[in-house]
C-alpha cells in the first residue's frame, strides 16, 4: 500500500488534509518516467536481462533520478523490492563512516526473495567527501557480486573518477516544456483543476525543467482557485513576471537609472523577491531582448560576477543596484 505525505492547512475556516501531489504521482514504473527517453529505453534493456551494473545518474533536480531508481528496484524485484533496495541520502550523512557502517552492512547481506543482488542507492553522492568517496570504490569493488549500486548526483565531475569508471553514466536533462506539460495536464485533469494557457506558460517558466517545481505550483494555485491562472503561479512561487523583468532591463539600457531603481524596488520590496531569483530571471531574460552580441556578452559577464557575489554573502541590494547602474552606462554607450 503506497504512502503519502500530508499537506494540512486551513480553507473556508476548516482544516483541511490533502496529500503531496509530488509522493502521490511519483512514477512507480520506467515507463512513467516523462522527458528521458533515451536514457529509459537503455535503462529498460537491463531490467529485462535481468542484470544491472553500477549506474551513475547524473542531472539537476526534479529530472527523475530518484523515481528511476526505485523504479528499476521494482521492477526487478517485485514484491520483495523493499527487502532488496535501500535508500541513502549522501547530503545527511557525508563522511565515511556511512560507507563502513550503512553501505557495508547492507551490501554483506544476502539478497531476499530469490534476487540475485540487492541494490543501493546513494543520493546526492557528490555531496560525500574524498575519503568516503575512496572507501564507497573499494566496497563496490568488494561486494559486486551480491550488491549494485546506483549514485545519483548533480555534477558528475564532483565524483571521483575511479567510480565513475565503475559505473554506466546516464546523463538526465532538464525536461522539456512538452515533458512539463503532458505531465501537469495528467495530474489537473486527475484532481478536477483546469490551467489555463497563460497559466501552464506561467507553471513551465518557473518550473525550468524540474517536474517538482511544475507540481508543487500547481498544487499550491489549486488552494487559490479551481482554474489556475499566471498570476496566481507566480504569486506563489515568489516569481516576477517575464515582463517585468524586461522592462527592468530596457530601462536601464535605455539610460534612465532612477526609474530601473525602482521596478527593482518593486521587485524586492514589495514582492519580497531574492537578489539570487532576481538575477537569475535577469540572465534568462537577455537572450529575449535584442541587443549587439558584443553589448551582450559584457552584460552577461557582469550577471556572472555578480551572482557570485551574492552566493558568496554579498549584499543583495548593492550587488543588483551596481548591476542595473553597469546596465545603464553600457546603454548610453
Not at 541520502?89 to 534476487?115: L, M, Q, W
Not at 498544487?219 to 516576477?240: E, G, M, R
Not at 531582448?289 to 543583495?316: C, H, T, W, Y
Amino acid at each position: 500500500m503506497a504512502i503519502y505525505a500530508i499537506l494540512i492547512f486551513w480553507k473556508g475556516g476548516q482544516i483541511i488534509k490533502e496529500e503531496i501531489w509530488i509522493e502521490k504521482y511519483r512514477p512507480m514504473r520506467l515507463d512513467d518516467i516523462v522527458g528521458q527517453t533515451e536514457a529509459i529505453a537503455r535503462l529498460k534493456s537491463y531490467v529485462k536481462s535481468r542484470n544491472l551494473p553500477h549506474l551513475l545518474f547524473s542531472g539537476p533536480p526534479g529530472v527523475g533520478k530518484t523515481a528511476t531508481a526505485v523504479s528499476i528496484a521494482k521492477e526487478l524485484f517485485a514484491d520483495s523490492w523493499r527487502e532488496n533496495f535501500t535508500e541513502l541520502n549522501a547530503s545527511d550523512e557525508r563522511g565515511i563512516d556511512v560507507v563502513r557502517t550503512k553501505i557495508k552492512s547492507f551490501a554483506k547481506t544476502s539478497p531476499i526473495g530469490g534476487a540475485d543482488f540487492k541494490i543501493i542507492f546513494l543520493d546526492e553522492a557528490d555531496a560525500l567527501t574524498s575519503d568516503a568517496q575512496a572507501a564507497l570504490r573499494r566496497t563496490m569493488e568488494r561486494y559486486t557480486n551480491n550488491c549494485r549500486f546506483i549514485l545519483s548526483c548533480n555534477y558528475s565531475s564532483k565524483i571521483i573518477e575511479p567510480i565513475q569508471s565503475r559505473c554506466a553514466v546516464y546523463r538526465f536533462r532538464p525536461l522539456s516544456d512538452d515533458a512539463v506539460t503532458e505531465r501537469v495536464r495528467f495530474v489537473a485533469s486527475n484532481e478536477g483543476i483546469e490551467v489555463a494557457t497563460d497559466g501552464m506558460e506561467a507553471i513551465k517558466y518557473v518550473a525550468q525543467g524540474d517536474m517538482r517545481k511544475a507540481i508543487n505550483a500547481l498544487q499550491a494555485a489549486s488552494l487559490v482557485d479551481n482554474v489556475v491562472h499566471k498570476d496566481t503561479i507566480y504569486k506563489i512561487t515568489a516569481t516576477a513576471r517575464p515582463e517585468q523583468i524586461t522592462d527592468l532591463i530596457n530601462t536601464a539600457l535605455s539610460g534612465n537609472f532612477m526609474a530601473a531603481r525602482k521596478y527593482l524596488d518593486e521587485l524586492l520590496l514589495d514582492q519580497g523577491l531574492s537578489g539570487e531569483d532576481v538575477v537569475g530571471q535577469i540572465y534568462r531574460a537577455m537572450f529575449n531582448i535584442s541587443i549587439p552580441q558584443e553589448k551582450m556578452v559584457e552584460l552577461i559577464d557582469v550577471i556572472g560576477e555578480v551572482d557570485f557575489r551574492i552566493a558568496e554573502g554579498a549584499n543583495e541590494r548593492i550587488q543588483l543596484e551596481a548591476l542595473i547602474a553597469h546596465f545603464t552606462l553600457r546603454g548610453r554607450n
